[in-house]
């Protein structure tokens, strides 16, 4: 028995209206029902800093920060963040004066291939919004989601360390990411 599809149901091909803050910029999009945030960031939208490492939430790669809070990219629907505020590697920058969690990662060389730095660097800005880690323990604890197949964990968590004071009275002043 074949399946009659009126013109009155709506089909699951039928594109949703989407709007958020993407970077500090608004943006109005359709997407289809099931596309993912990460689908979305690099596919319809060319912001290709966040990666596709797992795509199964394993590997934190992909992480990028929604309303402030570190979500993995590939398993967040992109209709799930209609009127949310989203922040990805490419918009943590102000122009030219890289994040403090950027300028961090480059002064202790936290970074081998950098294929995980994007999703190490967001992640680590979201920790410093939740303001929970106050150790070394804490920090690889609250980090352990994010993978670096090439072993800078030492040199992450020191980039960390060191940026987490600036980040944590950047978020509470209110400068947000």
Not at 10 to 20: A, D, N, Y
Not at 39 to 61: I, N
Not at 115 to 144: D, F, H, W
């Amino acid at each position: 028995m074949s399946a009659i599809i009126s013109d009155a149901e709506p089909s699951v091909f039928t594109r949703h209206p989407l709007s958020l803050k993407l970077n500090g910029q608004a943006r109005e999009l359709q997407v289809l029902p099931w596309t993912t945030l990460l689908d979305l960031l690099r596919e319809q939208l060319d912001l290709v800093g966040t990666k596709k490492g797992c795509d199964h939430g394993q590997c934190g790669a992909c992480t990028v920060l929604l309303n402030g809070k570190r979500v993995n990219a590939c398993l967040t629907l992109a209709v799930m963040c209609d009127g949310a505020e989203l922040t990805t590697i490419e918009g943590l920058a102000d122009g030219d004066e890289l994040h403090p969690m950027q300028q961090a990662f480059i002064k202790n060389d936290a970074f081998q291939c950098g294929y995980c730095t994007p999703g190490q660097i967001c992640s680590a800005v979201g920790l410093a919004n939740e303001g929970r880690a106050q150790t070394t323990e804490q920090i690889k604890e609250l980090m352990s989601g994010n993978l670096c197949r090439c072993g800078a964990y030492s040199n992450i968590r020191d980039a960390i360390e060191e940026a987490l004071p600036a980040c944590q009275a950047r978020a509470a002043q209110g400068g947000g990411q």
